[in-house]
């Protein structure tokens, strides 16, 4: 009975333990700008602001695919790694600028996890099937990305050793010249949160889907530039991307 009474006391010392430390921490880092990011609240909670509530639709974590209306045409999901909404509302507004003179939606998109894998696992495990998987890299990357397309993608063009620039032009090249009716390409150069390299490759697709009224563009951040320094980091909110849809008539919420 002692040993019994010793042991319900360490479990009820461990259990106190651990529901108080998330409000101990939580205390210490909420004023820290210093604190590493891992433990860092987000100021808002990780909320929208007004002002994005009020210019952006604002989507769940279904995948984008899913509320495109006609999936007869041509679709392409062009995923941009490090694309995050900032906490500066001015900031995202320069993004979507690129796309001002199209005929574009544009939506705030939840997500549940922050890492790439997440994300294509999500908009691509359904409505990608027997499409094409396009993608960059060395020997061994191109070699395992063709060898297995994933997500029941029929197969996978890798272009060897190419900038995402080069890849897009790759892309477009593929668009004049295709019968595939899925394609997806996630851009990866864009990780670390650099904007000008963000910035051109939003040029760039604009101008490919000009070019290519056809096709309905689904172009989404995968997550915020985790791999970025702390600052860059601070500047977005962890659960949301953007997302862009052109040439596309989709069933989308009304703003809240």
């Known amino acids: 009975m002692k040993h019994r009474n010793i042991n319900l006391a360490l479990f009820s010392a461990v259990l106190a333990f651990l529901i108080v430390i998330p409000f101990v921490s939580k205390n210490l880092f909420a004023t820290n700008q210093n604190a590493p990011w891992q433990l ?103 070699a395992n990305l063709e060898a297995h397309p994933a997500y029941e993608m029929n197969q996978a063009y890798c272009c060897l050793r190419c900038s995402d620039n080069e890849v897009a032009a790759k892309l477009d090249s593929i668009l004049s010249d295709t019968t595939w009716k899925r394609i997806a390409w996630t851009a990866r150069e864009t990780n670390l949160g650099d904007r ?24 989404q951040g995968a997550h915020r530039p985790i791999l970025g320094t702390p600052e860059t980091r601070r500047k977005y909110l962890a659960p949301w991307v953007p997302a862009v849809f052109l040439n596309a008539k989709i069933y989308i919420p009304d703003k809240k």
């Not at 952006?56 to 509320?67: G, N, P, S, T």
């Open 196 to 219: 000008d390299k963000l910035h051109n490759l939003l040029h760039q697709l604009a101008e490919m889907a000009d070019r290519h009224p056809e096709v309905q563009f689904i172009i």
């Open 40 to 142: 860092s609240p987000f100021n808002s909670g990780d909320s929208l602001s007004t002002t994005y509530k009020e210019r952006y639709r604002v989507l769940d974590q279904q995948a984008l695919i899913h509320r495109i209306k006609d999936k007869t045409p041509t679709i392409i999901s062009v995923m941009i790694d490090g694309w995050g909404v900032p906490y500066d509302e001015d900031m995202l507004a320069e993004d979507f600028s690129f796309f001002s003179n199209k005929t574009a939606l544009f939506a705030l998109h939840k997500r549940f996890l922050g890492h790439t894998a997440h994300a294509e696992a999500v908009e691509l495990r359904t409505g990608f099937k027997d499409g094409l998987r396009v993608g960059s890299g060395d020997s061994t990357d191109c």
